[in-house]
T-cell receptor, first 112, second 113 residues
Framework: KAGVTQTPRYLIKTRGQQVTLSCSPI?????VSWYQQTPGQGLQFLFE???????NKGNFPGRFSGRQFSNSRSEMNVSTLELGDSALYLC???????????FGPGTRLTVT | DQQVKQNSPSLSVQEGRISILNCDYT??????FLWYKKYPAEGPTFLIS?????DKNEDGRFTVFLNKSAKHLSLHIVPSQPGDSAVYFC????????????FGTGTKLQVIP
């Protein structure tokens, strides 16, 4: 069974630009969550999607947005990038109602 | 406001000894707790979980203990092996949050051969 895949794995952007990250969940998993990991901050919850609907959202500014498609694939977008957005962005998928999540390898975003 | 806290950023243990990783939480609504392990350049991997109706759960070398009155949980690894060297994250979820999971900041475990 293929794991969670995330593309791209590495990305370098300039302040002010926008970026789109992609996540393909494990087949059959319809819940997809996104997290931001920075040194000393652990994993900060961004949002969670199920059946193309955002069900939960963390405490991030509106520059962070996401969506989910009918095949459960998900994208997240960050507009007007700031230096502080440099982080590892992790996607996780799970079955509905199951807290144990399967994570992808992450996308390392560097903003210069 | 950090609702899940791992106050030890790092821990070193000799191979074969017990590793004890600690986690404290503040939200009394949390009813399910998980531990994840993360190697560099990989995403976290689920390790073990415990429901708030239990106080202990074992899986091989890994045991999680939950003390609800103290809002504290711990992960015991016995015996510790060099391959256990990784960052360990404690996480918690509440029933009203759908599948929103709150993670701690992680503890880096180094097992010395």
């Amino acid at each position: 069974k293929a794991g969670v895949t995330q593309t791209p794995r590495y990305l370098i952007k300039t302040r002010g630009q926008q970026v789109t990250l992609s996540c393909s969940p494990i087949s059959g998993h319809r819940s997809v969550s996104w997290y931001q990991q920075t040194p000393g901050q652990g994993l900060q919850f961004l949002f969670e999607y199920f059946s193309e609907t955002q069900r939960n959202k963390g405490n991030f500014p509106g520059r962070f947005s996401g969506r989910q498609f009918s095949n459960s694939r998900s994208e997240m977008n960050v507009s007007t990038l700031e230096l502080g957005d440099s982080a590892l962005y992790l996607c996780a998928s799970s079955f509905l109602g199951v807290y144990e999540q399967y994570f992808g390898p992450g996308t390392r975003l560097t903003v210069t | 406001d950090q609702q899940v806290k791992q106050n030890s950023p790092s821990l070193s243990v000799q191979e074969g000894r017990i590793s004890i990783l600690n986690c404290d939480y503040t939200n009394s609504m949390f009813d399910y707790f998980l531990w994840y392990k993360k190697y560099p350049a990989e995403g976290p991997t689920f390790l073990i979980s415990i429901s708030s109706i239990k106080d202990k759960n074992e899986d091989g070398r890994f045991t999680v203990f939950l003390n609800k009155s103290a809002k504290h949980l711990s992960l015991h690894i016995v015996p510790s092996q060099p391959g256990d060297s990784a960052v360990y994250f404690c996480a918690a979820s509440d029933p009203g949050g759908y599948q929103k999971v709150t993670f701690g900041t992680g503890t880096k475990l180094q097992v010395i051969p």
